[in-house]
């Protein structure tokens, strides 16, 4: 559906902007305006963690409508971030690569999609051990819902 503005110009505010399938096979989708709504959204979220040029953001989850928004949050405000490759972090057993990527970026926070399966390689990379004594990374833990048709 198009929409006219005063201007005259056309504008795809209805439009399907991003799409995927869920694990049934079925579409979710999100439209150009639902996506800058919760980009926006998220992105305040992220500034209000103190995240910034110092502090990026890693993303650790599969290809979702999530990782999406979460990265074009980053975008829209300046913030860094590394999306991760899902399948080598959920196979690996040292998460050899993951600590050398918490290490060189010290990220301000972590994401990931699906928390459970991603709770061992976010302990053993972003943990640091020191004698008996665990010491938690800098990064916060955050829990932003998935986005949702509005």
Same mark, same amino acid.
């Given at each position: 559906?198009?929409?006219?503005?005063?201007?005259?110009?056309?504008?795809?505010?209805?439009?399907?902007?991003?799409?995927?399938?869920?694990?049934?096979?079925?579409?979710?989708?999100?439209?150009?305006?639902? $996506?800058?709504?919760?980009?926006?959204?998220?992105?305040?979220?992220?500034? $209000?963690?103190?995240?910034?040029?110092?502090? @990026?953001?890693?993303?650790?989850?599969?290809?979702?409508?999530?990782?999406?928004?979460?990265?074009?949050?980053?975008?829209?405000?300046?913030? @860094?971030?590394? @999306?991760?490759?899902?399948?080598?972090?959920?196979?690996?057993?040292?998460?050899?690569?993951?600590?050398?990527?918490?290490?060189?970026?010290? @990220?301000?926070?972590?994401?990931?999609?699906?928390?459970?399966?991603?709770?061992?390689?976010?302990?053993?990379?972003?943990?640091?051990?020191?004698?008996?004594?665990?010491? $938690?990374?800098?990064?916060?833990?955050?829990?932003?819902?998935?986005?949702?048709?509005?």
């Amino acid at each position: 559906m198009r929409i006219t503005s005063t201007n005259g110009r056309r504008t795809r505010r209805s439009t399907i902007f991003l799409g995927c399938r869920d694990e049934q096979g079925q579409w979710e989708t999100i439209t150009y305006a639902e $996506a800058l709504h919760q980009t926006r959204c998220v992105a305040s979220a992220l500034l $209000a963690l103190g995240l910034c040029a110092d502090r @990026p953001l890693v993303i650790l989850s599969k290809n979702s409508l999530a990782h999406a928004v979460m990265g074009l949050a980053c975008l829209y405000v300046g913030i @860094p971030y590394a @999306p991760g490759v899902s399948s080598l972090f959920l196979l690996s057993q040292d998460h050899k690569k993951l600590k050398d990527i918490a290490q060189l970026l010290q @990220p301000g926070a972590v994401f990931a999609d699906d928390g459970a399966a991603f709770a061992p390689a976010i302990l053993a990379a972003f943990l640091r051990v020191s004698g008996n004594k665990r010491h $938690a990374w800098s990064a916060q833990r955050v829990a932003i819902p998935r986005p949702v048709k509005l």
